[in-house]
């Protein structure tokens, strides 16, 4: 379909006034076309983040898509994991889904414990709630599932919030 007037002057607007070169526009549309995702908004919102970031090659712009398919990629395992159905996930989501599994290397197994956890104990999804678990069975070593038994006070039955951990740190955030 042909450009809305808002569409273009938002182009326009990110070439003259934010000097944006027309081949990382282009990346830009490319990439927002191969996720599903044209809306207008996302796009400036994408180029101005870029231009914060201080991308202006099409290695930088390459190097910037490859990050934030990773994130989406990371997002997935979580969303599976958790059984999320979040069409447009939170950037926040997408950071901490990012870090869990491409830097943590958490698998499916250990995300859907915490996910289990955090219902356990809340009766609901708390998003920092997991995120605390997740980061105190890193600080732990955590690398398989049972690795998460292993940390668990002895004697004390496999219910919420028995880890020798910090587990106060769990109600500190809210």
């Given at each position: ?94 950071k ?8 943590w ?31 105190n069975w ?37």
């Amino acid at each position: 379909r042909a450009l809305r007037q808002n569409e273009a002057s938002t182009l326009v607007w990110l070439y003259d006034e934010n000097g944006m070169e027309l081949s990382l526009l282009l990346m830009l549309l490319e990439y927002a076309a191969s996720i599903g995702n044209l809306r207008i908004s996302f796009i400036e919102k994408t180029a101005v983040n870029w231009i914060n970031k201080g991308i202006t090659s099409v290695v930088d712009a390459e190097r910037e898509i490859v990050n934030m398919n990773m994130r989406r990629s990371a997002y997935g395992v979580v969303a599976s994991a958790m059984n999320l159905h979040l069409p447009r996930p939170s950037e926040e989501l997408l950071k901490w889904s990012h870090t869990w599994v491409n830097d943590w290397g958490f698998d499916k197994e250990i995300l859907r414990k915490a996910y289990d956890e955090c219902i356990n104990n809340t009766s609901e999804f708390n998003l920092k709630y997991i995120k605390k678990v997740l980061e105190n069975w890193h600080k732990d070593g955590v690398k398989t599932a049972t690795d998460i038994e292993n940390i668990k006070k002895p004697g004390e039955a496999r219910s919420a919030g028995a880890y020798t951990k910090s587990t106060d740190l769990f109600m500190d955030e809210e």
